[in-house]
């Protein structure tokens, strides 16, 4: 069973589009993350969710907005699609906002054309 | 000065051999720290954590911690080619689970 679970792995599109990626994770973690890896591999961390309560968000512009249904879910919504948004966005969650490790999940491959 | 360090590499070592990794963090009030390893095309997968001064083993993997020195290693005994991979650090001062990462060390491991 996959612990961590992103839909789709692969999103190709246009500027200027609005696209939605998904993430579940069934660890009964109460705390889930976004982060964006860019072409040079660094990964920052944009939001996160504690028991559907945003607790980080990062500087990140207001296109992208994460949604938290149940602490089991968060989704990240994007806007506008631009060209710099092309990158491998993860999801991830851990027990706990503190110390806990986080477990992530496949990625999100975005391109935009 | 970035928050988190790390050599980029690529550090290659031949098989059988000892991988040294090392990372240094300018928030002294990190308390948390990791090692995730990411292969080409995959998610970052934890290796390790570790929370205290001193050195923590698990199988072939040893991290250690100097928090004076703001200084996280993570040691790979008999390395394998399997090992070869980028490693990220990561740190956290536990507020929010707010992850730091650094820009990863390759690691080539030459059969």
């Known amino acids: 069973d996959t612990a961590v679970s992103q839909t789709p792995k692969y999103l190709v599109t246009q500027m200027g589009n609005d696209k939605s990626i998904k993430c579940e994770q069934n660890l009964g973690h109460d705390t889930m993350y976004w982060y964006k890896q860019d072409s040079k591999k660094f990964l920052k961390i944009m939001f996160s969710y504690n028991n559907k309560e945003l607790i980080i968000n990062e500087t990140v512009p207001n296109r992208f907005s994460p949604k938290s249904p149940d602490k089991a879910h968060l989704n990240l919504h994007i806007n506008s699609l631009e060209l710099g948004d092309s990158a491998v966005y993860f999801c991830?969650?851990?027990?706990?906002?503190?110390?806990?490790?986080?477990?992530f999940g496949d990625g999100t491959r975005l391109s935009i054309l | 000065q970035k928050e988190v360090e790390q050599n980029s590499g690529p550090l290659s070592v031949p098989e059988g051999a000892i991988a040294s990794l090392n990372c240094t963090y300018s928030d002294r009030g990190s308390q948390s720290f990791f090692w995730y390893r990411q292969y080409s095309g995959k998610s970052p997968e934890l290796i390790m954590f570790?929370?205290?001064?001193g050195d923590k083993e698990d199988g072939r993997f040893t991290a250690q911690l100097n928090k004076a020195s703001q200084y996280v290693s993570l040691l790979i005994r008999d390395s394998q080619p399997s090992d070869s991979a980028t490693y990220l650090c990561a740190v956290t001062n536990n507020q929010g689970g707010k992850l730091i990462f650094g820009q990863g060390t390759e690691l080539s491991v030459k059969p």
């Open positions: 570790i929370y205290s001064n």
């Open positions: 991830a969650s851990s027990l706990g906002s503190g110390s806990q490790p986080q477990h």
